[in-house]
């Protein structure tokens, strides 16, 4: 196992957790295509510079925006919580301190010089 790649305990959680193709042609690892994904967004990289042993980038790219769009990652960001919650490792309470949300200086949204209302300057011409 590899740096930025699942080990064999997170392999088997996330596994079943991912959807099955039975339609076309055979079909990249989808463990090698997840550590490609894993490694792409913890190096930081593009998706041209993913490591070929992961294979294509086009690949990996597709089966991204594939199993984002189908929930995947979000199924198993929930598992990952619920087994978390469940062993206790999750504290749930959540502060927010006021004083360090900035609003943008136009958020206001008060006029600039004067009143709220405009007066009418007559008539319109057509």
């Not at 980038?57 to 769009?69: C, G, I, M, S, V």
């Not at 502060?95 to 007066?119: E, F, I």
């Amino acid at each position: 196992m590899r740096r930025h790649e699942l080990s064999d305990a997170e392999w088997e959680f996330v596994r079943p957790l991912l959807p099955e193709s039975s339609r076309g042609r055979k079909r990249l690892d989808d463990r090698r295509v997840l550590n490609g994904i894993v490694w792409k967004f913890r190096t930081g990289t593009a998706w041209r510079d993913v490591p070929e042993r992961y294979g294509p980038w086009a690949t990996l790219h597709t089966r991204f925006r594939r199993w984002a769009a189908d929930g995947t990652f979000d199924r198993m960001l929930r598992a990952a919580q619920a087994q978390a919650d469940a062993a206790g490792d999750v504290d749930w309470l959540v502060s927010l301190d006021s004083t360090v949300v900035r609003a943008h200086q136009h958020a206001a949204g008060a006029r600039k010089g004067g009143s709220a209302t405009r007066p009418s300057a007559g008539p319109e011409v057509a």
